[in-house]
């Protein structure tokens, strides 16, 4: 299993910065892509960026220029830096983790699991 724990989110002003990190433990030289999501009051879950193997990303289009995401193996840690922040990113923002290993019968178990979630206000 894996498991994410995300941190730093907060209140901040328009145009401020945050920095989000996810630190996964348990099995993680499995992990092959980690993103962060994020869900605002009455709207659904929406992909905000991803990272995948070779350092590919993906980003929200409403983010891209904004926020980078990135990812410290050695650490077991994605970031995700927001920048220029506005009151529409005003949601919970979590982080997961996809991956895959064999089994001990030599069967592949493909896995996806969440973090808890983190608040991020952007408001004057």
């Known amino acids: 299993q894996v498991q994410l724990v995300e941190s730093g989110g907060g209140l901040v002003q328009p145009g401020g910065s945050l920095r989000l990190s996810c630190v996964a433990s348990?099995?993680?030289?499995?992990?092959?892509?980690m993103g962060w999501y994020r869900q605002a009051p009455g709207r659904q879950r929406e992909l905000v960026a991803r990272?995948?193997?070779?350092?590919?990303?993906d980003y929200n289009g409403s983010v891209r220029g904004r926020f980078t995401i990135s990812r410290d193996d050695a650490k077991n840690t994605a970031y995700l830096h927001m920048n220029n922040l506005k009151p529409e990113d005003t949601a919970v923002y979590s982080c997961?983790?996809?991956?895959?290993?064999?089994?001990?019968?030599?069967?592949?178990?493909?896995?996806?699991?969440w973090g808890q979630g983190t608040q991020v206000t952007v408001s004057s």
């Open positions: 997961n983790a996809l991956g895959g290993y064999y089994n001990d019968a030599g069967e592949r178990v493909e896995y996806k699991y």
């Open positions: 348990g099995r993680t030289g499995s992990i092959s892509e």
């Open positions: 990272i995948m193997s070779g350092d590919t990303t």
